[in-house]
T-cell receptor, first 114, second 117 residues
Framework: DTAVSQTPKYLVTQMGNDKSIKCEQNLGHDTMYWYKQDSKKFLKIMFSYNNKELIINETVPNRFSPKSPDKAHLNLHINSLELGDSAVYFC?????????????FGPGTRLTVL | GENVEQHPSTLSVQEGDSAVIKCTYSDSASNYFPWYKQELGKRPQLIIDIRSNVGEKKDQRIAVTLNKTAKHFSLHITETQPEDSAVYFCAGGDTNAGGTSYGKLTFGQGTILTVHP
């Protein structure tokens, strides 16, 4: 299936731990994104990469570090997890970085920090 | 930066009625306005979009209108059906946001639409 996939789907962990979320797209898109959706459903962009180059870096704690080994993958590593990091994290991709293109979202990773 | 306000936060209608969701944006440079639908537990998906050189766009039961002067745009759903129940997000995008020439989307807070059979 052509799609944007994320692993894991659910992640439950203790405060202070370090965790990673992986994202892969096989749509041949150049641009990938990470969004955070909080408990009130607010969807906010965190990072965007175009062909492995960081192009959007919002005001996010530096405990969050994205990495794009190639244009089909964008991972998110989170250090020293805090309660406020609990949210659903969505990866997305689009054909090119221009805003006019549809963004295709992954299924989301629900992170719960205890 | 861009700020997108969306109203109402919740909307409840009877099947067959129309539903209207409104958004305002702050940055006059924004030139692209998509709408995404997110069903419960699912991923957001694009349902319709409009560019700033167009005042209205329609696709079957859904339509979007844009008033650039007033900086607001709206989603109209006619003949609503229970499967229209979802969270709807408007967004504003500027191709030059952040000086990247790529642009980014700023989403509204979302509207929970419930269509009662």
């Amino acid at each position: 299936d052509t799609a944007v996939s994320q692993t894991p789907k659910y992640l439950v962990t203790q405060m202070g731990n370090d965790k990673s979320i992986k994202c892969e797209q096989n749509l041949g898109h150049d641009t990938m994104y990470w969004y955070k959706q909080d408990s009130k459903k607010f969807l906010k962009i965190m990072f965007s990469y175009n062909n492995k180059e960081l192009i959007i870096n919002e005001t996010v704690p530096n405990r969050f570090s994205p990495k794009s080994p190639d244009k089909a993958h964008l991972n998110l590593h989170i250090n020293s997890l805090e309660l406020g990091d609990s949210a659903v994290y969505f990866c997305a991709s689009s054909p090119r970085g221009t805003v006019y293109n549809e963004q295709f979202f992954g299924p989301g990773t629900r992170l719960t920090v205890l | 930066g861009e700020n997108v306000e969306q109203h109402p936060s919740t909307l409840s209608v009877q099947e067959g009625d129309s539903a209207v969701i409104k958004c305002t944006y702050s940055d006059s440079a924004s030139n692209y306005f998509p709408w995404y639908k997110q069903e419960l537990g699912k991923r957001p998906q694009l349902i319709i979009d409009i560019r700033s050189n167009v005042g209205e766009k329609k696709d079957q039961r859904i339509a979007v209108t844009l008033n650039k002067t007033a900086k607001h745009f709206s989603l109209h759903i006619t003949e609503t059906q229970p499967e229209d129940s979802a969270v709807y997000f408007c967004a504003g995008g500027d191709t030059n946001a952040g000086g990247t020439s790529y642009g980014k989307l700023t989403f509204g807070q979302g509207t929970i639409l419930t269509v009662h059979p």
